[in-house]
């Protein structure tokens, strides 16, 4: 059964420092995985996704992930957070029947 | 105007009560899909749709119900609510692709006391 973890509950980082969410997954097939970000209230807002082709795949927000088979991880990275980067991280995999992760909660130091 | 839209936006009732979520979308999309959001365990499958004659139970179907009245339009009933399905309810659109991005509404905060 396909199955998303993601195993950092909350992280926080400061302005202007890197960021890495991570993410495992368990798909029996070639996976179709997704980001999504929800701000506090809002429903959720699509980051990016990989579905084939190049590993690295660009998001929006200058956000990217890099999907590892071996490891089976996506991860979700940005090199430089701004203060409107602090909401909540979902990490997903399938495709109609999708699975969400738990999310990350990501809080922003000034 | 907002394309995929839920009513109501937040709801108080009581064990026992029947409960209906109404989404609609602009979006012409045929896929619709109801999740629940609970914290610590992100968002579940409720039930999801293909097309207007095709419904589907997702990984936490017992206790609701879908209509899908349209391509537009898909609701969830709670037959008799109960405390445990208090939680953040969202309604989600997409292309027929698999790889479709979902598009999802603001949500409904449902409160069963």
């Known amino acids: 059964a396909q199955s998303v973890t993601q195993p950092d509950i909350h992280i926080t980082v400061s302005e202007g420092a890197s960021l890495e969410l991570r993410c495992n997954y368990s798909y029996g097939a070639t996976p179709y995985l997704f980001w999504y970000v929800q701000s506090p209230g809002q429903g959720l807002q699509l980051l990016l996704k990989?579905?084939?082709?190049?590993?690295l795949v660009q998001g929006i927000k200058g956000f990217e992930a890099e999907f590892k088979r071996s490891q089976s991880s996506f991860n979700l990275r940005k090199p430089s957070v701004h203060w409107s980067d602090a909401a909540e991280y979902f990490c997903?995999?399938?495709?109609?029947?999708?699975?969400f992760g738990a999310g990350t909660r990501l809080t922003v130091k000034p | 105007d907002a394309d995929v839209t839920q009513t109501p936006r937040n709801r108080i009732t009581k064990t026992g009560k029947r409960i209906m979520l109404e989404c609609s979308q602009t979006?012409?999309?045929?896929?619709m899909y109801w999740y629940r959001q609970d914290p610590g365990l992100g968002l579940r499958l409720i039930y999801y749709s293909f097309d207007v004659k095709d419904i589907n139970k997702g990984e936490i179907s017992d206790g609701y119900s879908v209509s899908r009245q349209a391509q537009a339009k898909f609701s969830l009933s709670l037959e008799s609510a109960i405390p445990n399905q208090t939680a953040l309810y969202f309604c989600?659109?997409?292309?027929?692709?698999?790889?479709?991005?979902?598009?999802f509404g603001p949500g409904t905060r449902l409160t069963v006391l």
């Open positions: 979006k012409g999309h045929d896929r």
């Open positions: 997903a995999v399938g495709a109609g029947d999708m699975r």
């Open positions: 990989y579905f084939s082709g190049d590993t």
């Open positions: 989600a659109t997409s292309g027929t692709d698999s790889t479709d991005t979902q598009y």
